[in-house]
């Protein structure tokens, strides 16, 4: 565990590895709760329509929002991913890698990943929630 993630990745040492997300996560300090966000930008308007521009905004909007209790992309410990197409994130998993690399860097928490037959706002794609853990405020 480092000081600045503040998290150890737990992965059985005779198990195939993981590719782009963690098995688990052990992580001590102040828990924050991400409620599910949308590919629509703080003014809730979707300005992208494909399945990759949206999870590129879904997950700035999780940072945006983690930056306001002092977190990063790299305290986030669990992300919960809600897709409308599972045939449309497969065929587009280089270009939602990349906008994933861009936001969140080469930062894989625990994930899972369901397909819904439709989210509360018609033009949304996907939804994700997350949870992190920052360290502990020293006093």
Known sequence: MTEATNHQVLH???WKAAKGY???????????YLGGQIGWTGDQVFEA?????Q???TLRNIVDILKEGGGRPEHIVKMTWYITDKAEYLA???????AYRDVMG??????????VV?????EAKVEIEATAVLPAKQV
């Open 12 to 14: 059985p040492t005779n």
């Open 22 to 32: 963690a098995n688990g996560i052990v992580a001590e300090g102040r828990v924050v």
């Open 49 to 53: 329509k494909d399945l990759a521009g």
């Open 55 to 57: 999870t590129r905004q």
């Open 92 to 98: 587009n998993l280089r270009e939602i890698g990349v």
């Open 106 to 115: 080469k930062h894989y928490p625990a994930m899972a990943m369901v397909q």
């Open 118 to 122: 439709a989210l509360i706002e018609d």
